[in-house]
């Protein structure tokens, strides 16, 4: 079963304070994993794809990484603008449409 | 240009009640995407749409939830006999092709009393 597991469930920073957060999952045949991030009471607003192992994408304080069972999310320097659940999900196989496997998140909170 | 839209932004519905909810896409994008969020967790996908056509509704959790989409553009997710249960945030979301990044509305908040 295709499954996306993010940790930690939440994390608190002080601003400035640079982390990661993970994205581990089980696929059959990854198509394409995605991160979001989404404010209270809101839509998810995209963020990233990565489509293989060793890519890495950047954006601003932002970088997301990919290896064959998981992915990275890391902060650096963050401030408290960036304060948000980041959502994990993933898109499987090429016969599987497009519809996306979640994670249940990570609450970020940043103090100054 | 437009992003995703959604309304109602908020709904409050009885039990056993009937709702529609409505999403508009990004213009030119062929799929669509329904998906529900309870509160601390992550999107649970519902059904999509290739077109005019659902090509995988295999999210839909009864037969109470039906969703349409007749001029591939506009989509309406239609939940009959609601219960306490539906109660969630629903999120629409609209992709160039079916493997594409996908992009949120806003969501509806439903409530069933």
């Known amino acids: 079963e295709d499954q996306v597991t993010q940790s930690p469930e939440a994390l608190r920073l002080q601003e400035g304070e640079s982390s990661s957060l993970n994205c581990s999952y089980t696929v059959s045949g990854l198509r394409g994993l995605f991160w979001y991030r989404q404010d209270p009471g809101k839509g998810p607003e995209f963020l990233f794809t990565?489509?293989?192992a060793g890519e890495e994408k950047e954006k601003e304080r932002l970088k997301a990484t990919l290896t064959k069972k998981e992915s990275f999310l890391h902060i650096t320097a963050p401030k408290p603008e960036d304060s948000a659940t980041y959502l994990c999900a993933v898109q499987a196989g090429y016969n599987q449409g497009g519809k996306l496997i979640f994670g249940q998140g990570t609450e970020l909170s940043v103090k100054p | 240009g437009a992003g995703v839209s959604q309304t109602p932004s908020n709904k409050v519905t009885e039990k056993g009640k009937y709702v529609e909810l409505r999403c508009d896409p990004i213009s030119g994008h062929t799929a669509l995407y329904w998906y529900r969020q309870s509160l601390g967790q992550g999107p649970e996908f519902l059904i999509y749409?290739?077109?005019?056509?659902?090509?995988?509704d295999s999210g839909l959790p009864n037969d109470r939830f039906f969703a349409v989409r007749p001029e591939g553009s506009v989509s309406t997710l239609k939940i009959q006999r609601t219960e306490r249960g539906d109660s969630a945030m629903y999120l629409c979301?609209?992709?160039?092709?079916?493997?594409?990044?996908?992009?949120f509305g806003p969501g509806t908040r439903l409530t069933v009393l």
């Open positions: 749409f290739q077109g005019t056509g659902a090509a995988d």
């Open positions: 990565l489509y293989s």
């Open positions: 979301a609209s992709s160039l092709t079916e493997y594409n990044e996908q992009f």
